[in-house]
């Protein structure tokens, strides 16, 4: 398996834009999670999904944020408009076992400015 | 509430140094208490875990112990590599899948 598979790797953009990440989760594990890491405060649950289905989203900053999950293998978290404030990395995980194992994708390094 | 402490780093050895990233947390029940390795460019990959208390989690050389006496999990190991220069989370799953950090702490081994 290719592992969790996020995109892009890099993002760089302009305050006010909207900035859509992506994410294919392994292939049979049944919950995804999105982190943020930041120097100041680390790494922050923002969102998890159960089943396709959003079960806590108590992490997400504000209402410029917003992800999905259309189906099994794929999801999205998109920031609209983007601030400077929203530079961090943000990582994608997957797993089938709950919490128990979780598998990260690579990131994606996002710098507004 | 709910929290993970870890031992700031960075912590910098030679090769074949003895290891120790304290690791202590606040939580209410009994968590499971795992241990994450961050890679440069790499995204975080599940080093050792331990579900219950005197359980040992082991991987690699590395070790650690839930104490629930003194709520810890120091991550260790005899001897470390320069391959080892990593960040290390510290983490329990805090509540229904989720899964809480710490800062982390960046180690640097030297040759």
């Known amino acids: 398996d290719a592992g969790v598979i996020q995109s892009p790797r890099h993002e760089v953009t302009e305050m006010g834009q909207e900035v859509t990440l992506r994410c294919k989760p392994i292939s049979g594990h049944n919950s995804l999670f999105w982190y943020r890491q930041t120097m100041m405060r680390g790494l922050e649950l923002l969102i998890y999904?159960?089943?396709?289905?959003?079960?806590?989203d108590s992490g997400m900053p504000e209402d410029r944020f917003s992800a999905k999950m259309p189906n099994a293998s794929f999801s999205t978290l998109k920031i609209q408009p983007s601030e400077p404030r929203d530079s961090a990395v943000y990582f994608c995980?997957?797993?089938?076992?709950?919490?128990?194992?979780?598998?990260f994708g690579s990131g994606t390094q996002l710098s507004v400015l | 509430g709910n929290s993970v402490t870890q031992m700031e780093g960075p912590v910098t050895l030679s090769e074949e140094a003895f290891l120790t990233i304290n690791c202590t947390y606040t939580?209410?029940?009994?968590?499971?208490l795992f241990w994450y390795v961050q890679y440069p460019g790499e995204g975080l990959q599940l080093l050792l875990k331990a579900t219950k208390a005197d359980d040992k989690g082991s991987n690699k050389g590395f070790e650690a112990t839930y104490r629930k006496e003194t709520t810890s999990f120091h991550l260790e190991k005899g001897s470390v590599q320069v391959s080892d220069s990593a960040v290390y989370f510290c983490a329990y799953s805090g509540g229904y899948n989720k899964l809480i950090f710490g800062a982390g702490t960046r180690l640097a081994v030297h040759p």
């Open positions: 939580a209410t029940g009994y968590p499971s």
């Open positions: 995980a997957s797993s089938f076992t709950g919490v128990e194992k979780l598998f």
């Open positions: 999904f159960n089943n396709n289905v959003p079960i806590d």
